[in-house]
């Protein structure tokens, strides 16, 4: 294996902790938010809320000052957390959001990450990820991308970019367009104490680690 840089040590992916007992943290979107296609384009400020839905019986664990949902690889957070999280994204903004229980109860006032430009900054050179073997890189007009097993990082494409600027982004040019966060990041989950999360640090992690 090539050596790690200082990327690759310095980010992380979070995924919700499946053995987090007291509440689960994992959301669906409602149709119309799978409509406005906020995972990839820019939303525009004074187009109704995104809306999700929770599996939880209440939505007691919203009423924290610092909490986290997910809906896979974006997320929802209350608004003190946003407002630490807000000035370190790259290619993306928080968008208001309403989660909603299966009952209709809702709570207002919560922000999602509405993602709209990747960063292409894996080391491919130094990554392990599968590619079809005969070379194919297109189906049907679609082009093929990496399905990845390990992430390792360009030092160039970051040295380039102040660090402030990139201590949360979607990774580019891969199937699953992982968000990854900055020690930044998560020490500030830490020290806020948010629940049902876990943190697998960008060296270490290989996809599946967290079933």
């Given at each position: 294996?090539?050596?790690?840089?200082?990327?690759?040590?310095?980010?992380?992916?979070?995924?919700?902790?499946?053995?987090?007992?007291?509440?689960?943290?994992?959301?669906?979107?409602?149709?119309?938010?799978?409509?406005?296609?906020?995972?990839?384009?820019?939303?525009?400020?004074?187009?109704?809320?995104?809306?999700?839905?929770?599996?939880?019986?209440?939505?007691?664990?919203?009423?924290?000052?610092?909490?986290?949902?997910?809906?896979?690889?974006?997320?929802?957070?209350?608004?003190?957390?946003?407002?630490?999280?807000?000035?370190?994204?790259?290619?993306?903004?928080?968008?208001?959001?309403?989660?909603?229980?299966?009952?209709?109860?809702?709570?207002?006032?919560?922000?999602?990450?509405?993602?709209?430009?990747?960063?292409?900054?894996?080391?491919?050179?130094?990554?392990?990820?599968?590619?079809?073997?005969?070379?194919?890189?297109?189906?049907?007009?679609?082009?093929?991308?990496?399905?990845?097993?390990?992430?390792?990082?360009?030092?160039?494409?970051?040295?380039?970019?102040?660090?402030?600027?990139?201590?949360?982004?979607?990774?580019?040019?891969?199937?699953?367009?992982?968000?990854?966060?900055?020690?930044?990041?998560?020490?500030?989950?830490?020290?806020?104490?948010?629940?049902?999360?876990?943190?697998?640090?960008?060296?270490?992690?290989?996809?599946?680690?967290?079933f």
């Amino acid at each position: 294996m090539s050596a790690l840089n200082i990327y690759d040590e310095s980010y992380y992916i979070i995924f919700s902790d499946d053995d987090f007992e007291e509440y689960d943290n994992d959301l669906t979107p409602t149709q119309y938010t799978a409509n406005t296609h906020w995972g990839f384009e820019k939303l525009t400020f004074g187009i109704k809320p995104l809306t999700f839905v929770s599996d939880n019986d209440n939505l007691d664990f919203l009423q924290q000052d610092y909490a986290i949902a997910f809906n896979v690889p974006n997320f929802v957070v209350t608004s003190k957390l946003k407002e630490l999280l807000e000035d370190g994204l790259y290619g993306s903004q928080f968008f208001p959001a309403i989660i909603q229980d299966e009952n209709n109860n809702s709570v207002e006032g919560l922000w999602a990450l509405n993602t709209f430009e990747d960063l292409d900054c894996v080391d491919f050179k130094r990554s392990q990820y599968f590619m079809p073997g005969d070379g194919t890189t297109e189906i049907d007009g679609f082009s093929i991308k990496p399905d990845m097993d390990n992430y390792r990082f360009r030092e160039d494409v970051f040295d380039a970019i102040p660090e402030s600027e990139r201590l949360i982004f979607q990774v580019g040019n891969t199937t699953s367009g992982e968000i990854f966060f900055h020690q930044k990041v998560v020490d500030i989950f830490k020290k806020h104490d948010v629940k049902g999360i876990r943190f697998f640090k960008a060296s270490e992690y290989h996809v599946g680690d967290e079933f």
